[in-house]
């Protein structure tokens, strides 16, 4: 019985990140998320009591460390944290190409909608930012760029590519996200 409480939680957070992600949090109803999920009502109140914000915070925090992991084997794969960087990107790009990048909450899509009214969910994609911050950060510090230095340079990293997938998305191409990984070496070797 376990198992299928579990099963059945999975999938209400599951359905929720997909709902988020095509419909945002102000689209995404409770009611839709049963629907699709296949869960009975009693299922969504018995596993999240607080409702449609606590399905939302679960499934952001499922995308944080989704993406943290993602984002620390993708670099773990080149000692050089340049080459990393840069081959990350590289690999954001194809995905985009391939309709296979966006598996998630869209965060920054999130925060846009939400940043005013609701302040646990904006706390928890805060963390979600500096999770993803801080993979970026640790791998320039292996690299010997100092903790300051690490951080600021992976929050720029960051923001560039949370910038470049916005313009990816107006665009329907790739080319900012290979624009800014051709950048990369020249802002990073400038740091070092």
Known sequence: MVKSNNTTR?????????LLQLHGYSGTGLNEIIKQSGAPK???????P???????????ERTKENVTNFIKDSLARYDDPIEAIQN?????????????????VPIANIVL??????DR??????KVFESWHEAFA?????????????WDLAMTINAMIQGAFVICLTR?????????????????????
């Open 50 to 60: 607080e409702g449609k914000e606590q399905l939302a915070y679960e499934a952001i």
């Open 10 to 18: 999975n999938k209400l957070i599951e359905t929720t990140g997909k």
């Open 42 to 48: 009693g299922s969504l109140y018995y596993h999240f």
């Open 121 to 126: 969910l904006r706390e928890l994609c805060r």
């Open 172 to 192: 329907q191409d790739s080319k900012p996200l290979l624009v800014m990984a051709e950048q990369i070496p020249v802002m990073l070797i400038k740091g070092k």
């Open 88 to 104: 990350f990107i590289y690999d954001s790009a194809k995905r985009f190409e391939a309709d296979s990048y966006f598996n998630g």
């Open 113 to 118: 909608e939400i940043s005013k009214t609701n």
């Open 138 to 150: 640790d791998k320039l510090k292996s690299g010997g760029y100092s903790d300051e230095e690490s």
